[in-house]
């Protein structure tokens, strides 16, 4: 795949770069806001973005905007940030932005959210075969979820929702991305809808450490599930 990084302090750049061509990635760096934008009106082509948020002469916040406002929302987009407050992580999230990571860049992490991100472009199959996330079998043709070969008894827009999370592990859902793509229009924030249907997948899927996966929840942020390993869980949070 073809991503644009924007970073402008050398050594972070290089380190971006290799790990996304150890990935399988190419990788084009631009050091100022002002440069990747002339790209992009160019018509330069990218799978993905990447943003550091501080860089020189136009942010990283502000090239997210632009890119919303004139290339649409169907291209991803993350922030790489050495910010922390929730309310500075909100701002980038409502300006558009797919996902965030909190700096210093981890190898791992960076490329799980990369592939993540990537996989949302990619058209869903017409006959989608059967897949394990966690200890969880998802068969999409039979519309089923299977906790150690037992199938869970799900409403039906309460698999849809599982079914989005299972198919992007790692991935940060805001509350309107949720809304619209399972109920396909915005839930107001005084609604108890989606929580409750959260809620109830987290309960009958039991989604815990124990089975392999986490659901962390924000309220500001969104919701994502997130693989973990069983083994090394300590028993305070299974």
């Known amino acids: 795949m ?12 290089r380190l971006i770069q290799q790990i996304l061509s150890e990935a399988g990635h190419q990788c084009t760096i631009y050091s100022a806001g002002r440069e990747m934008l002339a790209a992009l ?13 501080e860089v020189p002469d136009l942010s990283g916040l502000d090239v997210l905007r632009w890119v919303r406002a004139n290339l649409g929302h169907a291209l991803p987009v993350m922030m790489l940030t050495s910010r922390t407050l929730e309310e500075e992580l909100v701002t980038g999230l409502q300006a558009g932005a797919d996902d965030y990571m909190i700096k210093p860049i981890r190898k791992g992490e960076l490329v799980a959210r990369v592939h993540a991100l990537l996989r949302r472009n990619k058209p869903v199959p017409a006959v989608e075969a059967p897949f394990a996330c966690g200890a969880y079998e998802i068969d999409p043709a039979a519309e089923a979820i299977r906790l150690g070969g037992h199938k869970v008894e799900l409403a039906p827009k309460e698999y849809e929702l599982a079914l989005l999370l299972f198919r992007n592990p790692g991935r940060l859902f805001s509350r309107d991305v949720l809304s619209n793509s399972v109920w396909n229009r915005e839930i107001p924030a005084t609604s108890r809808t989606l929580d409750t249907h959260l809620s109830n997948i987290r ?20 919701y994502r599930l997130e693989l973990v390993d069983a083994d090394s869980t300590p028993a305070s949070e299974q």
């Not at 073809?2 to 050594?11: F, G, M, T, W, Y």
């Not at 815990?208 to 929840?217: D, I, K, Q, T």
């Open 2 to 13: 073809n991503i644009a990084s924007l970073e402008d302090e050398s050594v972070q750049a």
């Open 41 to 53: 009106s160019r018509g330069n082509d990218y799978d993905l973005l990447l943003l550091d948020w």
């Open 203 to 222: 309960r009958k899927l039991q989604l815990r450490p124990e089975h392999g996966v986490r659901l962390n929840s924000s309220y500001a942020l969104g």
